[in-house]
């Protein structure tokens, strides 16, 4: 297996950031879903969303890194087909992309103008504020948009993983292949 993509398959690389992503968004969404069907003091939600900002953070890393990957590789991957069904992908990717980006900026501003500080794994990357320096407008967006877009990725994310089974159990024309291995 190539390090880099190709356009017959995506590359190891590409591979390992697309399951990693996979895993850790399961993981997020398994966390908010159990605090909203179970509540949120229920042991499994309080299990799952426990470390919410921490993955969150390796969350945001990696998606940003992938991103960077995926345009380096722009040209050598995999062509979505042609035509109408070519632009659907195209537009379903650059809105997941958009979206995996988005979701986490909104905490991270949110992070930056509220009262606490952010410290993921120790690691101070916002101080606290004092209540009168606290920016409203900054902490608004961030609460009103964080997890509303996250529920907009999850529908995507539902649609994506669909399609992924459309094309191989009906259409049976290897899409899916080229990125499980």
Same mark, same amino acid.
């Given at each position: 297996?190539?390090?880099?993509?190709?356009?017959?398959?995506? !590359?190891?690389?590409? =591979?390992?950031? @697309?399951? %990693?992503?996979? +895993? /850790?968004? &399961?993981?997020?969404?398994?966390?908010? *879903?159990?605090?909203?069907?179970?509540?949120?003091?229920?042991?499994?939600?309080?299990?799952?969303?426990?470390?919410?900002?921490?993955?969150?953070?390796?969350?945001?890393?990696?998606?940003?890194?992938?991103?960077?990957?995926?345009?380096?590789?722009?040209?050598?991957?995999?062509?979505?087909?042609?035509?109408?069904? !070519?632009?659907?992908? =195209?537009?379903? @990717?650059? %809105?997941?992309? +958009? /979206?995996? &980006?988005?979701?986490?900026?909104?905490? *991270?501003?949110?992070?930056?103008?509220?009262?606490?500080?952010?410290?993921?794994?120790?690691?101070?990357?916002?101080?606290?504020?004092?209540?009168?320096?606290?920016?409203?407008?900054?902490?608004?967006?961030?609460?009103?948009?964080?997890?509303?877009?996250?529920?907009?990725?999850?529908?995507?994310?539902?649609?994506?993983?669909?399609?992924?089974?459309?094309?191989?159990?009906?259409?049976?024309?290897?899409? &899916?292949?080229?990125?499980?291995?």
């Amino acid at each position: 297996m190539t390090i880099r993509d190709s356009t017959a398959r995506y !590359g190891a690389v590409s =591979r390992a950031f @697309h399951w %990693a992503v996979a +895993a /850790l968004l &399961l993981w997020q969404f398994g966390g908010m *879903l159990s605090e909203r069907i179970l509540g949120e003091d229920s042991p499994l939600a309080a299990a799952l969303s426990a470390n919410h900002k921490q993955v969150g953070t390796i969350l945001f890393v990696l998606i940003v890194a992938r991103a960077v990957w995926a345009l380096v590789n722009r040209g050598r991957r995999p062509a979505h087909g042609p035509g109408l069904q !070519g632009y659907a992908v =195209r537009l379903g @990717h650059f %809105a997941l992309y +958009a /979206l995996m &980006l988005a979701v986490p900026s909104a905490a *991270l501003l949110r992070a930056w103008g509220n009262e606490r500080a952010f410290a993921p794994f120790g690691f101070q990357i916002f101080a606290s504020r004092s209540p009168d320096e606290v920016v409203a407008t900054a902490t608004a967006i961030g609460s009103n948009f964080h997890g509303e877009l996250a529920w907009i990725m999850g529908v995507l994310i539902l649609g994506h993983i669909a399609m992924a089974v459309l094309h191989q159990v009906v259409l049976r024309d290897g899409t &899916l292949k080229r990125m499980a291995g």
